[in-house]
């Protein structure tokens, strides 16, 4: 998934140990970059809520 590594390349770049660290790095990205982040987490939320019933499903 294309859009998952990109995700991951942006939030490689401002991530830390605390919201307390990763939050100037968050505020420093631009919005095109924060667009993008917001927009391929709320895919995979999306994504996981729609794909809930087969997870509860198949565990215990």
């Known amino acids: ?3 998952s ?8 770049r401002f991530t830390g ?4 660290v990763a939050a100037p790095g968050w ?5 095109a ?8 987490l709320t895919r995979l939320l999306l994504r996981f809520r729609s794909l809930e019933p ?3 499903s198949r565990s215990d």
């Open 17 to 20: 140990t605390s919201v307390a």
């Open 1 to 3: 998934m294309a859009w």
């Open 5 to 12: 590594s990109g995700a991951l390349a942006i939030a490689d």
């Open 27 to 31: 505020a420093q990205l631009d919005g």
């Open 54 to 56: 087969l997870y509860v």
């Open 33 to 40: 970059e924060q667009d993008a982040l917001t927009a391929s």
